[in-house]
């Protein structure tokens, strides 16, 4: 079964400053698919960010970048330029690309590591 | 176009009473998942369908709880005769037909349930 481990409960960052969240993952499957989600006070799940397994490439959006070792399995997000409102929850998550034959085809469900609670200092 | 609507939004309720969390997928979204968030913790799977159908549901309780996706109406999360350990944060996700298994889904805000 695969897992999913964030090994930093919280973390603090000085506004404007540049933060990184690891994540670590445990998987025998060569394919998936791996999110970046905020969580705000509000309790939105919100996408941050998503990497394919099979793409080399480090993805991008805007001030979040992740780095993506998949020999080391690991799959740290960047923020860059740390604003108040990036203050939140952080969760790394893991997504199977296989799927069940079933009725209407199955699609794998995520699974999350514990989070990381970001705290940006103005 | 709405995102996907939970309701209520807090829930409480006595030890020995029924929840019912309510949900509403995205317009056009056909798979439904539930999952559940203890305090301190990441989301945990525990039921993913489709209209009038369960696929999976590995990750719910054996006991006490249930979960459908009707023809016509939300997706209700039923839990029976609920116990303090059942408070937490209930949240739904939907997702368009499969084939797109990239998607990271769009959640609800979810539902907090207390008890009490």
């Known amino acids: 079964a695969q897992t999913v481990t964030q090994s930093q409960p919280e973390m603090s960052v000085q506004e404007a400053e540049t933060v990184t969240l690891s994540c670590t993952y445990d998987?025998?499957?060569?394919?998936?698919?791996l999110f970046w989600y905020k969580q705000p006070p509000s309790r939105q799940m919100i996408l941050v960010i998503r990497?394919?397994?099979?793409?080399?490439q480090n993805a991008t959006e805007n001030r979040f970048s992740v780095n993506f070792q998949k020999a080391a399995k690991s799959f740290s997000l960047k923020i860059s330029d740390s604003q108040l409102g990036d203050a939140a929850m952080y969760f790394c998550?893991?997504?199977?690309?296989?799927?069940?034959?079933?009725?209407?085809?199955?699609?794998?469900?995520?699974?999350f590591g514990k989070g990381t609670k970001l705290s940006v200092k103005p | 176009n709405a995102g996907v609507m939970q309701n209520p939004r807090h829930l409480v309720r006595r030890r020995g009473q029924e929840a019912r969390l309510r949900c509403s997928p995205m317009?056009?979204?056909?798979?439904v998942y539930w999952y559940r968030q203890l305090p301190e913790e990441g989301l945990k799977f525990m039921v993913y369908?489709?209209?009038?159908?369960?696929?999976?549901e590995s990750g719910m309780p054996k006991e006490r709880f249930s979960a459908e996706f009707p023809k016509e109406g939300p997706s209700i999360l039923r839990i029976q005769q609920v116990v303090r350990g059942d408070s937490a944060a209930y949240f739904c996700?939907?997702?368009?037909?499969?084939?797109?298994?990239?998607?990271?889904?769009?959640f609800g805000s979810g539902t907090r349930l207390t008890v009490v």
């Open positions: 996700a939907s997702s368009p037909l499969a084939g797109n298994i990239g998607y990271g889904y769009t």
């Open positions: 998987t025998s499957e060569s394919d998936y698919y």
């Open positions: 990497q394919e397994a099979y793409k080399q």
């Open positions: 998550a893991y997504r199977s690309t296989v799927v069940v034959v079933n009725y209407g085809g199955s699609q794998g469900n995520l699974i």
């Open positions: 317009k056009g979204h056909s798979h």
């Open positions: 369908l489709q209209k009038e159908n369960i696929i999976d």
